[in-house]
Structure formats: structure tokens, C-alpha cells
């Protein structure tokens, strides 16, 4: 049997932060060195626009992306041209994602603290927003609709989308990325890729119609997450994505050739992937570390796959117990955290760190990815600590109004002069004062 994965055995080790980052390291990224590399890049796209864009296509990728706006013919072409199947599919997917975000919708609240003094609260969607939705090793019309669906639901009145050109349909985006824009009904579509289209959102390229927006989402590869991170606070975004990661906790009852499909369903997507299983059980890792044979060397990304599960961020790791496994898995805070076990609401209740939460043998990862009604742009390397996936959340802001009488104020004005006194600041208390003079 071959050694596509490593084995860990912390079964008689404590788990702690220090285990995991020694043991179970991600991918070493240098995003640090990723932006400085960046840098002349993302100015000459603020100082030269489209003049910029162009030849960083041509010098990056040899292709002409010229026009850089997608005319509304193209789109419209796009739709009409694409597979019935996948058309339906895709409609599927949008009307999963339109329900779930609906539910998510936040509630404002009205709170009144005394006759004629109230204080309320409402949400209100950002005014512009650029999504950038990547094209390097595989074709993402997903990704459209994870960004788009949610940003329409909060309210936002003007999206933008970036995506790389192609070369093998001769500089213009990958024909169904078109269609599902224009599916979703999303008119302001760029052939801008990579962090020249974070660039592009950010100082806005005026001469295509392309006006700076105030958030960019969307995930990216090293040099997306780098534009985002060196742009902060040019613009707002969602988070610096990393590259995906699934953690599997499986126990004796879980069937093996499923956590080996669903650890290779993310290790497909870029050579960085993690792809961990955590159990505690010896006899399923090498059920696993079988089926991981047997799958991989008929995948038609098999190259891709073998490299992601072989680096050091991959492994079947053996632990003492499911406690230890929760307690592994809250350390890690995973993007995708799979539980396949007899007792999954039981460890449930123990998960505080994830992006998103997979529970049960038929709740595959991937069906998160497309259509299970969730969103596929979630935390990675360990962002889930503090920060969650997208939703209608990341493109609204909560607004705070505060109303009160006369009388409300005279309550409460000796107070307020009170404290503005005793921090030094006379003009806020006479602010209060002048009116009742």
C-alpha cells in the first residue's frame, strides 16, 4: 500500500496550539512577500487603468482582453448557448442560496428606554460592491452565485464582476461564468484577473465604465489574498482566502470510501489543499488510507491530488478519543469540518471553530460547495476563530438611530454634564446645557 498520506499518531499526546501548529501545519504561504511582489502592479493599474490591464494579461497570461467590459451581446449569448442541464442545475443551486440568505436576513430592533427616548437599530446594505470570481485551475459559475445571491437579498444596489480572461476562448471569460452573470442579472462584468482586479475595484477605471466600489468579495489565490490585504482600507473586504481545507471526524461506524472521496473532493482544488482526517480509530485510517489508493489513481486530477495530500498540511491523524478530536478540531478551525461519526449532535455541541459544519455521511462537502443551499466562501487558515463564510451579513452594516424629546433629554442631562465634565470636554456638556438656557 502506498504512502499517498501521512500518518500522525497524537493519541498520547494533549492537544493544544502548539501540537497542532507543529504538527498539522498549513501550507506555508509568504502572502508578506506576495505584496511587495505585487505592488507595481496594483499602481500602475491605479495610475495607467485599462492601458495597465491589458498588458498585464498579455505579459501574465499571453492573451488580449480587449474589450475589457463584457458587452451585454456577449452576455446574453453566453445564457442562451448554455447546457440545458447545467442551466437547471445551476437554477437550483440560486433559488437554494435566495432561500437560505432570505432566513438570514438580519432583524433591526426598537428599544425605548423611557417615555420619548428611543434608541433603534437598522441594517443597511453597502452601495457598491466588486466580486471577483477566479478562473485559474477550474471554472467557477459557483462562485457567482455565492457572491451575487446574497449581495441582491442584502439590498446592494450596484455589483460589479471581475474574472480572468481564457485562452482557450481567446481572451474572454470562460463562457459559463457569462451565463450565470447574466442568469443572476449582473449587467457589469470586467475581463480583469487576479489582483489587478482587486486594483481595478479599488481605484475604479473610469474609461470602462468601472467606478471604485466600497467591498470586494470573493476568493483568489495567493496574489488575490495579497492585492486584498495591501488594499485594506482602500477598500473593505471579506476575507484574505487561503487555499481550501477539509477536516473529517470519523469514528469506527464511518463508511471509509466516503471520507476518502471527501478528502480528495478539496485536496482537487490546488496543491495547498488540506486535507485532514481525525479519528480514533486505527482500523478506519487504514480503511482510508486504501480507498485513498483505490480513488486517486482513477481521478482525472490524480497530478493535483497527490501533491495536496502528500505536504505536510494532509494527514490521518490518530487520537484517544472524539473529545480530543473536538477539541483538535477547535484548535485547527477548519474551513470544512465533516462529521461522520455515531455521535455527530453530541460533538456538535462541543464545535465552536469552523467555517462550516458538515453533519452526516450524506452532507458531503462538496454538496456545500454548489447546492446544498449554504455558502462556499467560508474562513481558511484559521480565520474561523473570528470571522465567518459569506452571507447577506458581509454586505450590510448595522446603523444605530437615536431619538429623543425634550423631556426624554432633561432626564438625563445632569448626567451627561456629569461625565463630559469629568472628562474634561465643556463643549459637550454645554451642548446639553444650551438647551434648557
Known sequence: MSEVIRFLDLSGK????????????????????????????????????????QAIAL???????????????????????????????????????????????????EVNLADG??????????????LYVPGGKAV???????????????????????????????GR?????????????????????GPAAVAAFAFGIPEIGL?????????GNLYVAAAKRLLRGVIAIDSEAGPTEIMVIADSSANASFVAADLISQ??????????????????????????????????????????????QSALVLVRDMSAAANLANLYATEHLSLQTGQNEAILTK?????????????????GDYLAGSNHVLPTGGQARSSSGLGVHTFLRPQQVIQYSESALSVVANNVVAIADSEGLEAHAEAIKIRFQ
Open 140 to 170: 467557477y459559475p459557483s462562485s457567482v452565485i455565492m457572491n451575487v445571491v446574497p449581495a441582491q437579498i442584502a439590498g446592494v444596489s450596484k455589483l460589479s464582476i471581475a474574472t480572468p480572461g481564457q485562452a482557450a476562448f481567446g
Open 14 to 53: 494533549k492537544i493544544s496550539a502548539e501540537t497542532i501548529n507543529h504538527d498539522l501545519p498549513r501550507a506555508s504561504l509568504d502572502i508578506d512577500s506576495a505584496v511587495e511582489s505585487i505592488r507595481p502592479l496594483v499602481e500602475a493599474v491605479r495610475t495607467q487603468g485599462s492601458e495597465a490591464i
Open 267 to 312: 485536496a482537487e482544488h490546488d496543491e495547498n489543499a488540506a486535507a485532514v482526517l481525525v479519528t480514533d480509530s486505527a482500523e478506519l485510517i487504514q480503511a482510508v488510507r486504501a480507498a485513498l489508493d483505490q480513488q486517486v489513481s482513477i481521478s482525472v486530477n490524480k497530478t493535483r491530488i497527490l501533491e495536496a495530500l502528500a505536504g505536510r
Open 351 to 367: 464545535i465552536s471553530n469552523a467555517g462550516a459544519i458538515f453533519m452526516g455521511s450524506y452532507s458531503p462537502v462538496s454538496l
Open 117 to 130: 427616548a428611543q434608541v433603534s437599530q437598522r441594517w443597511q446594505p453597502i452601495d457598491s460592491v466588486g
Open 211 to 219: 467606478v471604485p466600489v466600497s467591498l470586494v468579495t470573493g476568493p
Open 59 to 109: 505579459e501574465r497570461d499571453g492573451i488580449d482582453v480587449m474589450p475589457i467590459r463584457v458587452s451585454e451581446f456577449e452576455l446574453s449569448n453566453a445564457l442562451s448557448n448554455l447546457d440545458a442541464q447545467l442551466r437547471s442545475s445551476l437554477e437550483v443551486a440560486f433559488a437554494r442560496v435566495r432561500e437560505v440568505s432570505l432566513a438570514a436576513m438580519p432583524a433591526g430592533f
Open 173 to 193: 471569460p470562460h463562457p459559463t461564468v457569462l451565463a450565470t452573470a447574466e442568469l443572476l442579472g449582473v449587467k457589469d462584468v470586467y475581463t480583469i484577473g
